[in-house]
């Protein structure tokens, strides 16, 4: 399986997304410069987080026009696997690739820390290694992770499965003590209508290593190779 | 020419910042405070185009880039 | 130009001194220059012949002092580049901005010596916390290190923080950062190569930061002086990122010769030390450098933008070093060359408006100020703890200790920073130290900032003899040895003698305490005049260590792991509440003789710590230091959510064993079938061992003295700090 990590400049998290892809899943991975305007090649891609272009006017949005974003749009159409995490979910939901919008956490503030999660739906390429239910600790690290969107589209989101994943407490329950950043609905990642996008505040790549406190993160990561394979 | 654009939080929008003002001028007895938003101001300086082209283009601007439709509005000013 | 020296801060001899060195007057703008280059901050002749006593050699050292990083071999063909520095007075105007900067500076230090950044780790010094100042400065302060920081993708991932109304005027931003870099990579800001070209990439250069020279400025332009002032820098972490990339990229193609970051002083600063250390002259043309607005040739010079370097490079190199500068969007303009002699000639348009010897401007006068022991000291150090009423109930206090500023979690804080980033954090803050895994080996960094400002103040060679152990022993607590350290000396006014004496004093301290432990420094900066109506803050000189764990398997970390363990302390425990602060919160002093260090036991328990580590006989270590043995016992508990059970046997008065800040002391936990193995390791170094009791249920019992529910303590200390920043 291949994998491309898309590099805009302020992107932050493109090399550990490429260590643990390279040497955790040791899968083949390559970056994908932001000017590149053809990303055939690859099997899934990766929109890493970080602050992209200093996510000085809003997040992600200078992001989305990059020549590489046009190339992504196509992809995704095809049915292409795309996966943005934090700065990469905020650049999907500018692009339009994904619905709503980021608002500031309503602390006013950077969180950096581990959060649960509560896996939603169990059937998508990101989510199959899972059960609907289960509790996956994983770290935010993100100042706009407050997710909106208006009614139509969060009734469209709940009815359709296509939110993934859900802050909770430890024991599953979603509830507001558990939000970090006051998300609509506690959502933490949502899916397009075909599945084969997917926008996640949180970093799977942080927790794909015991070393570094958590493996849970690999249960993304081996939806994702499973499904590949599967399909392959 | 030197053209004003403000972004705001829409309506029925989340703004966190600005519950978080609103509640700091009540806490300093600005009472009288009933919401705050806030949102961003931007000038731009165009050149080589006229005021009613640069309406219609600054707007496209908004509308692509400066701000989010779907959490934020904005207002143009042109200075002619 | 004479009435205009002093004005620029430079004394009589000093401007005698230039005009001798050049035979003839300096114009403005090179007058602007030297009052720069000679000011305390950029030529440290009040600081220079003191600091020749520290030691900075060891075999392991590849570059010491006197580059814009320290750098060390940790074996394996990677080498540690790491600096600590200030930011305290642009901090104090504007504290976002002031400590965003402050990142922004250090981290050019590193990566400009071919090293990746890896980490950075800010020690802070506030005011009374109760004052809303203090509030507005500190959360300015860590919201500019969050804001900088994580843009940069660098993880934050320790620093300390104390408030002490001794800070209210002017508060203490240190910064720490490291790097890791193949050893081949290692280069230096020298330029050499006569023809070379001198290139500057990243932002434009506008008006920041031109406070020195302001006079400069209103003199020429009155009529405009608002506009004119000098401004605040402003920091620009996404060019930096991008500078990062770009510089880092660069050296890895081996297309520089030499790079240099542009700091304080900026121009003037960058090109006279690269010529300087190259020994080689420069001519610059000033009409090349990329401005945001229009400005003045000595604005140029002396301008502080950030995000901007100065690179040293061959012709047939050029074309390629534009070029990935382009790729990143970086501007990257050639302004000058390298030339024959010692000159820096600057031209503008044409005409030369600058000729002086660069090594005139890089090396600056020295100094040798007068020193007096002051007299507060015997006052302040007579006082005896023992006269006081004591606390009858022993839990009361240290809930109040846990709870205090001092001593509560900084998790509100370090959850602010993203200290994750770079997937190299083992070990997170809170801990003793922070623990970097080194991708590609079994190695890990252990990284720690220590300095008690309170022991300084009482006794400036102990109390910073203190602050070395300190930060070794947390070091070793964390399963590393320690290697190197660099500091931050941070004073007041040196032209007074009694803070002279006690820099010279903190110096001899750190010396001493340095060549017994074997600790090379190998970089550093020195903070004078953080004084505010006449009143200085007390010496506060931090230290930044750097330890190398051997295997990442075999680090240790505060919190007891699990039931049923052995708990002991390691070291010994004297009736030291002098300086503590028990002394300081419950009774509002800081007086005393502050705790005494025997180098000879600290060396002797650090051994021990660090072999029964590597045996696998100790499970977790914790140093006890601020709050005395309680407070290291509490931390404990909450961090692994277990209590314990302890007997204590002592002839101490309960608070004095409870609060004192003994030296030399570890909290260990063992299991029992290695207690002897443990006896037999602490015995052949001489070092006493008790055991206190065993880890267990949800409670901290401590004789008859504590008795406290491990989660109502974690509640504490974890609520008390941002409570008291909100007011």
């Not at chain 1, 992001?63 to 046009?70: G, L």
């Not at chain 3, 990566?111 to 010094?125: E, K, N, S, V």
């Not at chain 3, 502080?304 to 690179?311: K, N, V, W």
Request: hydrophobic share 40%.
């Amino acid at each position: 399986m291949k994998f491309g990590v898309v590099v805009f400049p302020g992107s932050n998290c493109e090399m550990d997304c490429y260590h643990v892809i390279d040497k955790v899943l040791r899968e083949e991975v390559d970056y994908v410069w932001h000017q590149e305007t053809d990303v055939s090649r690859y099997d899934c891609l990766v929109l890493p987080g970080g602050f992209s272009y200093g996510d000085y006017l809003r997040c992600g949005a200078i992001a989305r026009f990059s020549p590489v974003m046009e190339a992504v749009a196509d992809y995704a159409r095809e049915g292409g696997l795309v996966i943005g995490i934090c700065n990469g979910f905020q650049i999907l939901l500018e692009a339009g690739l994904l619905p709503g919008a980021m608002l500031r956490n309503t602390c006013l503030h950077f969180i950096c820390r581990f959060v649960d999660l509560r896996v939603e739906n169990a059937s998508t390429p990101w989510t199959n290694a899972a059960a609907v239910g289960q509790v996956l600790r994983i770290p935010i690290a993100h100042n706009e992770g407050n997710y909106t969107a208006d009614a139509e589209t969060l009734r469209e989101l709940r009815e359709q499965g296509r939110i993934i994943l859900r802050y909770c407490a430890p024991d599953g329950t979603v509830s507001e003590e558990a939000n970090p950043n006051g998300a609509m609905d506690n959502i933490a990642g949502i899916c397009n209508e075909g599945f084969n996008v997917f926008g996640l505040m949180p970093h799977p790549e942080r927790a794909s290593e015991a070393l570094l406190g958590s493996t849970d993160g690999m249960v993304i990561w081996e939806s994702i190779m499973a499904h590949y394979r599967g399909k392959g | 020419m030197k053209v004003s654009v403000f972004v705001s939080p829409k309506q029925g929008v989340l703004d966190p910042a600005g519950q978080a003002t609103l509640g700091s001028l009540k806490s300093l007895g600005f009472d009288e405070v009933s919401d705050v938003r806030i949102g961003k101001y931007i000038t731009l300086r165009l050149e080589g185009i006229d005021a009613d082209q640069a309406e219609e283009r600054v707007r496209e601007m908004c509308e692509r880039l400066l701000a989010n439709p779907i959490i934020e509005d904005f207002r143009v000013e042109i200075e002619r | 130009m004479a009435e205009l020296y002093e004005e620029l801060g430079l004394t009589a001899d000093e401007y005698r001194d230039i005009v001798r060195i050049l035979g003839r007057e300096p114009n403005k703008v090179e007058l602007g220059m030297y009052s720069l280059m000679w000011s305390e901050h950029c030529s440290y002749k009040s600081s220079k012949t003191v600091l020749a006593q520290l030691p900075t050699r060891a075999s392991y050292v590849l570059q010491g002092p006197g580059e814009n990083a320290g750098v060390i071999d940790i074996g394996g063909s990677l080498a540690v580049a790491f600096k600590m520095e200030s930011h305290n007075h642009p901090s104090a105007v504007e504290p976002y901005q002031g400590a965003a900067t402050g990142i922004g500076g250090i981290v050019r230090d590193i990566f400009t010596m071919g090293a990746r950044p890896i980490a950075c780790l800010d020690p802070l010094r506030f005011g009374d916390p109760a004052s809303p100042r203090t509030r507005y400065l500190f959360g300015g302060v860590i919201a500019g290190i969050a804001g900088y920081g994580n843009c940069l993708g660098i993880p934050t991932v320790g620093g300390d923080i104390y408030f002490d109304p001794c800070y209210d005027e002017n508060i203490l931003v240190n910064v720490m950062c490291i790097g890791v870099m193949p050893k081949e990579s290692l280069i230096r800001g020298q330029a050499t190569g006569i023809g070379n070209a001198v290139v500057l990439l990243g932002n434009r250069t506008g008006r920041d930061g031109i406070g020195g020279a302001s006079i400069l400025a209103s003199q020429e332009f009155d009529e405009k002086s608002q506009e004119k002032r000098p401004s605040v820098q402003v920091g620009d972490p996404f060019t930096e990122k991008l500078l990062i990339e770009a510089c880092l990229e660069l050296l890895e193609r081996k297309l520089l010769v030499g790079l240099q970051d542009l700091g304080a002083a900026g121009i003037s600063c960058a090109c006279s030390e690269t010529a300087a250390r190259g020994g080689v002259g420069m001519r610059v043309y000033l009409e090349k450098v990329p401005l945001r607005e229009e400005m003045e040739p000595f604005e140029i010079m002396i301008s502080e933008s950030q995000e901007r370097m100065l690179a040293i490079v061959e012709p047939k190199h050029l074309d390629e070093v534009l070029g990935v500068c382009r790729r990143w969007g970086l501007n990257a303009v050639v302004i000058g060359e390298v030339v024959e002699g010692d000159a820096l000639e600057i031209y503008w348009h044409g005409e030369k408006v600058v000729d002086v010897p660069a090594s005139s401007l890089a090396s600056g006068p020295v100094y040798d100020r007068p020193a007096e022991r002051p007299e507060y000291l015997d006052e302040a150090r007579a006082f005896d703890p023992s006269s006081l009423r004591h606390p009858e109930d022993c839990g009361e206090t240290l809930l109040r200790l846990a709870g205090g500023a001092n001593l509560s979690s900084r998790r509100m804080v370090w959850e602010q920073y993203d200290h994750m980033v770079q997937l190299n954090t083992v070990v997170y803050p809170g801990s003793d130290a922070a623990v970097l895994r080194i991708k590609g080996t079994s190695k890990a960094l252990a990284v720690s900032c220590d300095g008690n400002s309170r022991y300084v103040y009482l006794d400036p060679y102990a109390g910073t003899q203190i602050a070395v152990a300190e930060s070794a022993r947390n070091v070793v607590a964390s399963g590393g040895v320690p290697m190197a350290f660099t500091n931050c000396l941070n004073f007041g006014n040196p032209e007074k003698p009694g803070i002279f004496w006690q820099f010279r004093e903190a110096v001899r301290g750190m010396a001493d305490a340095a060549r017994y432990l074997e600790l090379p420094v190998v970089s550093g900066n020195v903070s004078f005049y953080n004084e505010s109506f006449g009143a200085a803050i007390y010496p506060t000189p931090i230290v930044g260590m750097v330890g190398l764990i051997g295997n990442v398997a075999n680090r240790t970390g505060i919190a007891f792991p699990d039931e049923g363990l052995l708990v002991v302390m390691l070291g010994e425990t004297l009736d030291e509440l002098g300086g503590s602060e028990y002394l300081w919160l419950l009774h509002g002093l800081t007086a005393g003789e502050p705790p005494r260090l025997d180098l000879r036991l600290e060396k002797g328990a650090q051994t021990v710590c660090i072999e029964g580590i590597r045996r696998g006989i100790i499970i977790s270590a914790h140093d006890c230091s601020e709050g005395g043995a309680a407070i290291a016992l509490l931390e404990c508990c909450c961090a692994g959510g277990i209590g314990a059970r302890l007997e204590v046997e002592t002839e101490l008065r309960p608070v004095s064993w409870l609060f004192s800040e003994s030296q030399s002391r570890f909290v260990l936990t063992l299991r029992d079938e290695d207690l002897d193995a443990m006896r037999e390791l602490a015995g052949s170094r001489g070092v006493p061992l008790r055991v206190l009791g065993r880890t267990g249920g949800d409670r901290l019992v401590i004789n008859d003295w504590i008795d406290l529910e491990v989660r109502e303590m974690n509640r504490v200390r974890e609520e008390a700090l941002e409570k008291l920043m909100r007011g």
